[in-house]
């Protein structure tokens, strides 16, 4: 037999990978696709489970809610969504190659048997610290202009300057040093005096882009020493053109550092019936105390009258204590609750549940509502 008819299977093996690689390389889509997965107010869902079925994509939702595929072929796709304590939910879009549609948004919806809720009424709160000036005008909204650190943080891109000259009655204009001075309107072409965390600097113009605003928490504004808080009427007429306050960020305006997400994977002990749904237990885990978290609503947030909510996941084990391990916070209206509500929740006692007459673990879904809302809070001032 001669060498050209002899079957070679060291050859035939690399021919057969290369072609399949080439095969594999061919079929690796282009498209993709970018999505959000929130329940029916619209806050975002942490941790939804989001698959494309049949394609072996999957991944997890972010602390934003956000996922993203790609790789994927062109065409129609489903798109699935599922978390423990919501109905499973999912979406159909037709994808282009290298064209990114906009973004899916998948709705899941919370199933209310495996929901606790707690609603805080908003009440007069006593502020404390080198900010409770601040707070409690911001709360009574007096004579004063007021930059939260919510306008703050709609573009910290812009200087100061620039953000001062959108208040009215406020007017900007550069300096040769690069940076910018204001002034009161009708006050003589005078600088304003300025106050950084409650000391006054020397008097005459201050650049106030030296100030990044990523640094600021807030910001006063008064026209003339009229309408100045008395504590900040300096002497010699220095506030007659107008005071500016600055108030600084720290550790009093970050709050603690966000809470960790959970390291235990609740699904797998709920499935294994290692930890109970509210829904099999005989009488579910109960928080004992829920005034307690009335001191867990952010005084940034109850000064400028804001509502909001927060839900938590989280196991109750037998002794009516929160497992800190198990704990994420799903969804929040407003990142400072997140970190506030989180440290009251893990502190808090709760009954246990019980099955069969006697304590078991079980997984609790707790909501916490802050209110009334902005709207409603005019008559409590």
């Not at 072996?56 to 939702?61: D, K, L, P, Q, V």
């Not at 812009?158 to 009215?168: C, G, N, T, V, Y």
């Amino acid at each position: 037999m001669t060498s050209r008819g002899r079957f070679n299977p060291v050859l035939f093996a690399f021919l057969a990978t290369a072609l399949f690689a080439a095969g594999s390389v061919g079929a690796q889509g282009t498209a993709a696709i970018n999505g959000v997965v929130t329940d029916s107010e619209g806050l975002p869902i942490y941790g939804a489970l989001v698959s494309t079925p049949g394609t072996g994509h999957e991944t997890r939702s972010d602390e934003r809610g956000e996922f993203r595929f790609i790789g994927l072929q062109p065409g129609g796709v489903d798109i699935a969504a599922r978390r423990l304590g919501y109905a499973p939910a999912s979406a159909f879009v037709n994808i282009a190659s290298g064209v990114t549609p906009e973004r899916v948004r998948i709705v899941l919806a919370i199933l209310p048997a495996m929901l606790d809720q707690v609603t805080v009424q908003r009440t007069r709160m006593r502020y404390t610290g080198r900010l409770a000036g601040y707070y409690q005008r911001l709360e009574q909204r007096g004579t004063g202009q007021f930059i939260t650190r919510a306008d703050i943080e709609v573009d910290e891109s812009r200087s100061l300057s620039q953000l001062l000259a959108a208040s009215p009655g406020v007017r900007r204009w550069p300096v040769m040093s690069g940076g910018s001075v204001v002034r009161m309107r009708n006050r003589n072409n005078c600088p304003p005096l300025v106050w950084i965390d409650g000391v006054a600097m020397p008097i005459g113009d201050v650049d106030l882009d030296a100030f990044p605003l990523h640094t600021l928490h807030g910001v006063e504004l008064y026209l003339g020493a009229s309408n100045t808080p008395i504590e900040y009427t300096a002497q010699n007429r220095r506030s007659s053109c107008g005071s500016i306050m600055l108030w600084s960020r720290g550790r009093d305006t970050e709050g603690p550092s966000a809470p960790k997400r959970s390291s235990v994977d609740l699904e797998r002990l709920v499935s294994s019936m290692a930890v109970y749904t509210a829904d099999q237990v005989d009488q579910r885990a109960e928080l004992l105390s829920p005034e307690r978290l009335r001191t867990a609503y952010p005084p940034e947030l109850h000064a400028n009258t804001i509502s909001g909510s927060l839900t938590a996941e989280f196991v109750v084990d037998t002794s009516g204590k929160v497992e800190p391990e198990t704990f994420t916070v799903v969804s929040t209206s407003h990142r400072l609750l997140g970190t506030a509500v989180a440290r009251a929740i893990q502190e808090s006692v709760f009954v246990p549940a019980m099955k069969d007459g006697r304590p078991v673990r079980q997984f609790v879904r707790q909501r916490v509502d802050f209110g009334p809302r902005r709207e409603v809070l005019s008559d409590l001032k």
